[in-house]
């Protein structure tokens, strides 16, 4: 299975020069605690997360007034194809030590946003389905049909 299957399609923005309190209200509001920051043919150029916020903007006493989003974001971020199979990304994350990427065409252009949790609930489901098909297949609810 390819990951642009499970991916979010609904991705939120934040543009580079836009300050990080008005990034970080719009997380808020849109409850997503990631924004990909796109160029203008849109390519991701960099990502920002809750966490970008806290320990770049807060823990360094920065002014979330002033200070732009380029200055505290993860510039050039790890992406996935979206046509990439789930495995390869769930080995790029780990060695990327990322819970979040952003997933492109083939021209480069965002598409999604995938992340752990996306990916553990499509598990999830699975084994949900695979403990019915071995439920309905153990000797015991064999002997009571």
Do not use: W
Not at 31 to 53: E, F, M, N, W, Y
Not at 102 to 113: I, T
Request: proline share 5%.
């Amino acid at each position: 299975m390819t990951i642009g299957r499970i991916c979010q399609r609904e991705v939120d923005i934040a543009d580079s020069k836009e300050v990080a309190r008005a990034a970080a209200r719009r997380m808020a509001t849109r409850c997503v605690g990631t924004l990909v920051v796109l160029d203008a043919s849109k390519h991701p150029v960099g990502i920002l997360t809750d966490r970008d916020l806290a320990v770049r903007v807060l823990a360094e006493g920065l002014n979330p007034d002033t200070t732009p989003v380029a200055d505290v974001m993860t510039r050039h971020p790890a992406t996935v194809n979206e046509h990439s199979p789930i495995e390869d990304v769930l080995a790029l994350m780990r060695s990327k030590s990322v819970r979040r990427m952003p997933v492109v065409d083939k021209q480069g252009r965002l598409v999604g946003l995938v992340s752990v949790d996306d990916v553990l609930a499509l598990l999830a489901e699975e084994f949900r389905h695979l403990g019915k098909l071995l439920e309905k297949s153990s000797p015991k609810s064999l002997a009571q049909t």
